[in-house]
């Protein structure tokens, strides 16, 4: 086997051995493997300078709300879970939400936990299987 592949086998058994047998595992080591893997996904997917503006236009609640759609939201955890893990990307998609509706008096109760939480989630799914990849969003 070529050496760089040979590298590249046992750097990914590295990383995905010890998520096979995660449940089997005490809640701290869980969580190091977890974390582990979301370092790995957040190393995959680089964001795009238009990306960070989007982020950083959203933040100061200058995005006009009437174009905050669906795809809006989409892009908007894949900007944060491209930087954070999981847990953080939700925290920080969660102020920006509230912020966003506070500064622009629409009714915070548009605000779903438990939806954002999903959406988090899912899109994390998809970060981590898909291929490497650096933003290209218009």
């Known amino acids: ?64 709300p009437a174009e905050f759609s ?13 930087e954070h893990d999981t847990d953080a990307a939700h925290q920080l998609m969660q102020n920006a939400l509230l912020n966003f509706l506070r500064y622009h008096g629409i009714d915070v109760s548009k605000y779903h936990q438990t939806m954002t939480r999903a959406w988090i989630m899912a899109v994390r799914h998809f970060m981590e299987i898909s291929l490497d990849s650096e933003s290209h969003f218009t």
């Open 1 to 64: 086997m070529r050496p760089f592949i040979s590298a590249s086998l046992r750097a990914a058994e590295r990383l995905i051995l010890p998520l096979r047998f995660a449940a089997l595992l005490p809640n701290r080591q869980r969580v190091r493997c977890s974390r582990r893997l979301e370092r790995a996904v957040s190393m995959k997917h680089r964001l795009s300078a238009t990306d960070r503006e989007f982020r950083k236009e959203f933040e100061a609640c200058k995005f006009p």
């Open 70 to 82: 669906h795809r809006a939201h989409v892009r908007l955890a894949y900007v944060y879970l491209t």
